[in-house]
């Protein structure tokens, strides 16, 4: 019986562990599939990076390429007209303000900035028609108006928009601009500014400015042969970073002129670098002051305006710049 039982228990043992195998292959099989495919798939990710990482390159390359590439690209544009011309690999930028144009403008050769003397004159006698003055001063800083006056650079000639006579002489209402950003516009006579008008100077620097105090001077009313002649007003303005202290820097002058000098009464206004100013009254005779009074001062300087609400308050001047006094820097082939 013993042994009989003994056979039992072995029988009963070996089919107990065909029970578990049977159980547990299954498990090791789930679990090698798995294991496989996680290896091929984390094989199949690394080659998706790879292959990623060599599209990125090969974009990179093929765009570096393309702009490093001249055989199909355009051909620069000349001076005159590239500024005009979007870039093709950029939209095209906001147009620079006049002010910006102007401090910029020591990089500019104006022998190759194309203008049209009469589209832009009759543009700026629009304006001027309209007593629009910061049109024409916005005008007047376009690097195509500069172009225009610097053509004229060295010469008493003027191009001219308006009204002429029958020998095509400029005669009645019309415009001109001179050299060194002057310009014109009023009444004109066989071919002379004759009757009433406004002169404007613009003094437009190229570079950094540092010495010169105007930023424009103006003069408006009567002429004659050219010149201001009659009644008529100057007006100067300023650089005010570039005033001395203490000093009166004359702003308004009204008053008569005689061949383009200061010639009879005179009310005058002038500021200080602090912002205060002033109010004077002077007679002028052929280009020079009448002195208010016998007084000099150390230098010799004598006096010559006498200020409005104080009668020993003065403007004193040397006697040897007392004389031709008028419309500075006006260009005319009739002036002395």
Known sequence: ??????????????????????????????????????????????????ELQ?????????????????????????AE??????????????????????MEAETVDYSKVKFNQQEQLKEMMGYWENNNQKALDDLANLDRFIAMSWQLSGT???????????????????????????????????GVRNGKGTWMHYHIHLKKNTTDLYTYHQYTGEWANDLPSGEGSEHYDYD???????????????????????????YLTNIYADGTSKEWNAKAEHGSWVYQSENKDQKGNRTVYVNVSNPDDYVWIQPKDNVNIGVPCLISENKN
């Open 81 to 102: 007209t590239a500024s005009a011309v979007p870039s093709p690999y950029s939209s095209a930028e906001p147009e620079a303000t006049p002010y910006q144009e102007v």
């Open 1 to 50: 019986m013993k042994k009989i039982f003994e056979e039992d228990d072995n029988e009963h043992s070996d089919f107990d562990r065909r029970k578990i195998l049977v159980a547990v292959i299954p498990f090791v099989l789930i679990i090698i599939i798995l294991a496989v495919t996680l290896l091929v798939n984390g094989i199949k990710k690394d080659d998706g990076r790879e």
């Open 240 to 266: 005010t970073a570039l005033l001395q202290k203490g000093i009166g820097y004359d702003t308004n002058k009204i008053g008569s002129y005689a061949e383009g000098l200061v010639n009879g009464d005179f």
């Open 156 to 190: 008493d000639r003027y191009y001219y928009y308006g009204a002429t006579n029958s020998d095509g002489q400029p005669d009645g209402k019309g415009i001109a601009v001179y050299a060194d950003n002057q310009y014109y516009y009023g009444d004109w006579k066989n």
């Open 54 to 78: 060599q599209s990125i390159m090969d974009y990179a390359d093929e765009k570096t390429g393309a702009e490093n590439r001249t055989d199909n690209a355009p051909s620069a544009l000349p």
